[in-house]
């Protein structure tokens, strides 16, 4: 028996029912094998905001260090500032504990709605550089209020956090279909990307049986819709990986199907996993939220902590499930509660 | 009888061919409301680069100037280093005629396939400053070659340029349904897009009747492809604009039907109006090209020199033409050349 000691943040809006709907899930697919979960719930977020002043305490990494991984539910509230918990929640977690690589998986289920045609088979990854990019926060405004203000941000891309990202990469689509598309914008941004680009391709020179393919930023996001069969793993910086990772959900029902993990390949950091939704305060506390991209980011976790049976037990099991439309949440166009999902999950298992 | 004086800038691949199929299109347009088409071709692009060493003369800004608008094709070619292409020529030209602001249209002609489900009646406008943002050039790289090297990138949103975009955006929004959409990243980026929320917030005090709302450039893209329909005129930086005009124009069935203009709105300067696609090299020669988007996009131009009987002419005889799949290219899954499509839509007019 192995015990997987497990943090979760539920956070605000929808976070704490789609997590509610994911937790029995990975107990039940665990305790298959006969291991056990423990589970410790950490109180981040928007109303600990309100009520301490902070969204997270200042030991927050120690505290998660203490535990093998974390599930995160979503945070963000009308009434509290947006970058108390972007800045003082989820990308300071990511930053403190040098999560260098989000993996954004995106698969097509059968017998889910898509808007886009031809989906059947969409298979695809996003390694998104985590850390740094245009999400490092360095810039300022001259002339602010002078009626000329000048907002300069500052993009920092180091080789560093590219090739952590970049091995990463090759590594994975080694193991799938042999190709990495690496997506940059070197045309038009001189300096960054094409520091990408030359990184990227040295690193490649370790991985001889991956073929790299390097598109641009605009050409990807229209391919991403029109040829999504075209594509297995993408590299890609931090902003570019937020935007394609959005749109890449939609090839598979949209943001209540995309799972994410954050993590720092090769050390033992507890990585969080979580869905690539928000918290979404117009359907909250209504039992409307689709569960299944928490699910599936709970999957990830199992597979990272090397419980990969239990992994393919719940993502077996969602997708039993997702093929009745009666387990169909209303994002997909149907009418089940958060509920009724997770009781066909755990009943499909 | 009035005489526009065009410059036409065919460059490479596909471009000349598509230029060539447009510039017919739009003579008799003007000669059928009895006026006339006086035609300057410049050899601008990569051949040119190739014989002399520069894409475009030194004076380019000031021959521009003498015409009334400028028709622009495609450059780039495997053998001419990017860089000469675009900084030396096409967003040189933007940035030395100061072109504020890139139209985007997209509009879904019945009749034309697209990978999107439910596209029928979409039709909107990409409001893209052209001058700034992350294209500035600005940046560099430190430590290069040590092996620690940091790509610098540096954006700069100026209130000036984010202004000029904006009430040009407003206006546009008013002539329509009222309602403009704003696209920035606050979340993640703390200076130029927090700017460009306040700046434009404060411009749209101006415009009462025009209903405002912001939206995230990664919940956009996705928006984008799940719900065309509830977007009408978008108002966007320099990249965030590029990005999501290659996808807007899935919806109209891909970047063979997509225009744009390049224009100083108010001011005596001849716009750059061009076919948002690129060269393609794959398909140059052949006949192939789709010239739909050259066309629109010699639409565009003659409605901004006061030509909007003519301007509806192209538009509804390329309406016509494409109701029948016989007038498609390859790209929308047909088999009719280039010069097919030419001569369906001057039929049709
Ligand atoms: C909340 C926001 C800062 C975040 C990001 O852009 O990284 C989110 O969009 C995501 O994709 O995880
Ligand atoms: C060629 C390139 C620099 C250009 C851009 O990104 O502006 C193109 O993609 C466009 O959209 O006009």
Redesign the interface.
């Known amino acids: 028996t192995k015990v997987v000691r497990l943090a979760v943040i539920p956070g605000d809006g929808i976070g704490p029912e789609v997590v509610a709907a994911t937790v029995p899930t990975l107990r039940a697919a665990l305790e298959a094998d006969g291991h056990r979960l423990d589970v410790t719930s950490l109180d981040w977020g928007g109303e600990r905001f309100l009520r301490q002043g902070a969204a997270m305490p200042a030991d927050a990494a120690d505290l998660v260090k203490q535990t093998d991984a974390v599930l995160f539910g979503a945070v963000g509230r009308p009434d509290v500032p947006?970058?108390e918990l972007?800045w003082g929640l989820i990308?300071g977690l990511r930053q403190q504990l040098d999560l260098a690589v989000n993996l954004r998986p995106v698969r097509a289920f059968p017998g889910v709605p898509t808007?886009?045609?031809?989906t059947d088979g969409v298979d695809l990854v996003i390694v998104r550089e985590n850390t740094e990019g245009?999400?490092v926060?360095a810039?300022?405004?001259a002339h602010a209020g002078s009626?000329?203000?000048?907002?300069?941000?500052?993009?920092?891309?180091?080789?560093?956090a590219i090739e952590r990202a970049a091995h990463h990469a090759f590594a994975l689509a080694g193991r799938r279909s042999g190709r990495l598309c690496l997506v940059t914008?070197?045309?038009?941004?001189?300096?960054?990307?094409?520091?990408?680009d030359r990184?990227v391709r040295e690193a490649g020179e370790q991985y001889p049986q991956v073929e790299l393919e390097t598109v641009l930023?605009?050409?990807m996001?229209?391919r991403m819709?029109?040829a999504p069969r075209s594509l297995d793993v993408l590299l890609t910086s931090n902003?570019f990986g937020?935007?394609?990772?959005?749109?890449a959900?939609?090839l598979a029902g949209?943001?209540g199907m995309a799972p994410s993990a954050n993590v720092l390949p090769g050390a033992d950091v507890p990585g969080i996993y979580e869905p690539v939704h928000g918290s979404a305060p117009d359907i909250a506390g209504k039992g409307l939220a689709n569960p299944v991209a928490c699910m599936l980011s709970g999957a990830m976790l199992l597979d990272d902590l090397g419980h990969t049976g239990a992994a393919r037990r719940v993502r077996d099991a969602v997708a039993d499930a997702l093929r009745d439309t009666k387990h169909h949440t209303a994002d997909l166009g149907g009418n089940a509660t958060t509920a009724d999902v997770a009781s066909a999950v755990l009943h499909a298992m």
Do not use: C, F, T
């Open positions: 947006e970058h972007i990308i808007k886009v045609r031809d245009e999400y926060g810039g300022g405004v009626g000329h203000d000048l907002g300069i941000e500052v993009a920092v891309h180091s080789r560093r914008k070197s045309n038009a941004m001189r300096y960054g990307y094409p520091l990408w990184v930023v605009d050409a996001a229209a819709i029109q902003l937020d935007i394609l990772s959005d749109l959900a939609v949209g943001m």
